[in-house]
């Protein structure tokens, strides 16, 4: 049930960081989910496993572990929005392929 969760927080969070840059379009957005799914996951999942005690009945959802798994998603869209201003493909300084 916590991964069902991690991915809706992950997405919901990564749809409101596309919604939020200024090129509006379907890649960027999609790429914004991906990586706040994978962060939420990352945050939500694995983070408590290596921070927190063990749980005798396996992974428990707390408001700890949705904290970390929001910290994660942001923190993997920050990194995401930090390498499409350096290195991204919709730089316009960077000349694009015939077609």
Do not use: D
Request: some cysteine; glycine content about 14%; overall charge positive.
């Amino acid at each position: 049930m916590g991964s069902y969760l991690w991915c809706a927080l992950g997405a919901i969070l990564g749809w409101v960081a596309s919604r939020m840059n200024e090129p509006k379009n379907f890649v960027t957005m999609v790429e914004s989910v991906a990586v706040g799914v994978f962060g939420a996951f990352l945050g939500g999942e694995f983070l408590p496993a290596m921070v927190l005690a063990p749980q005798p009945g396996g992974s428990a959802i707390n408001l700890l572990s949705i904290a970390m798994a929001v910290g994660g998603a942001v923190a993997c869209l920050l990194v995401l929005g930090a390498l499409r201003r350096s290195v991204g493909p919709l730089k316009p300084h960077k000349k694009r392929r015939p077609t």
